[in-house]
């Protein structure tokens, strides 16, 4: 069974750091392209970050300004966000998606989510 | 960025209706169109990928369609596990770009 298991969300004080991780399971993690997608409360979905099957490639939303970085490590299956500077528009569920190809960014796979609050 | 607009933001329908939420797009994409279903409290579920692909295992009472930058999700008849919240997203160029999302509800 594919699945995925973000963990690492909490609450963290504005310019606070938190680092989010996915494991992955039931497929070939190193042949992935590899997404986070994030939902604050209420509100709709906003993709924030990808990267390649071989992590050289990586794309962020530009409203970040270079906050947030993603990693992964194909050994270990694991998809990681370091998320730097937090502020309270952060504030949000994370998802970590699997893209379904490289040709289009469908996401055909996700995790539960873990929550990230930003708050005093 | 790509704009993805969605119409209605609600409806209120019954089971065995049939619906229909549109999503139009600020340029062409295309056939990079999907369609999402999302339940309270849950991950969002790929239904429909190119416009109008179903999903595996998704039920065939949904649908998909395109003309131009318009983008139609159909539902053909409504079962009590259809209300949720859809969004369409574009998969043409990054950043991929969301609806705002139609939420269903029970009339």
């Known amino acids: 069974e594919v699945q995925l298991v973000e963990s690492g969300g909490g609450l963290v004080k504005p310019g606070g750091s938190l680092r989010l991780s996915c494991a992955a399971s039931?497929?070939?993690?190193?042949?992935?392209?590899m997404n986070w997608v994030r939902q604050a409360p209420g509100k709709g979905l906003e993709w924030v970050s990808s990267?390649?099957?071989?992590?050289?490639?990586?794309y962020y939303t530009d409203s970040l300004k270079g906050r947030f970085t993603i990693s992964r490590d194909n050994a270990k299956n694991s998809l990681f966000l370091q998320l730097d500077s937090l502020r309270a528009e952060d504030t949000a569920v994370y998802y970590c998606?699997?893209?379904?190809?490289?040709?289009?960014?469908?996401?055909?796979?996700w995790g539960q989510g873990t929550l990230v609050t930003v708050s005093s | 960025d790509i704009q993805m607009t969605q119409s209605p933001s609600s409806l209120s329908a019954s089971v065995g209706d049939r619906v229909a939420i549109t999503c139009r797009a600020s340029?062409?994409?295309?056939?990079?169109l999907n369609w999402y279903q999302q339940k309270p409290g849950k991950a969002p579920k790929l239904l429909i990928y190119?416009?109008?692909n179903l999903q595996g295992g998704v039920p065939s009472r949904f649908s998909g369609s395109a003309s131009g930058t318009d983008f139609t999700l159909t539902i053909s008849s409504l079962q009590p596990e259809d209300f949720a919240t859809y969004y369409c997203?574009?998969?043409?160029?990054?950043?991929?770009?969301f609806g705002g999302g139609t939420k269903v509800e029970i009339k």
């Open positions: 190119g416009a109008s």
């Open positions: 997203q574009q998969s043409y160029i990054t950043p991929p770009t």
């Open positions: 990267i390649s099957s071989n992590g050289v490639y990586k």
């Open positions: 998606a699997r893209q379904s190809n490289v040709a289009a960014t469908d996401f055909d796979c």
């Open positions: 039931g497929f070939i993690f190193s042949s992935y392209t």
């Open positions: 340029q062409s994409i295309n056939t990079y």
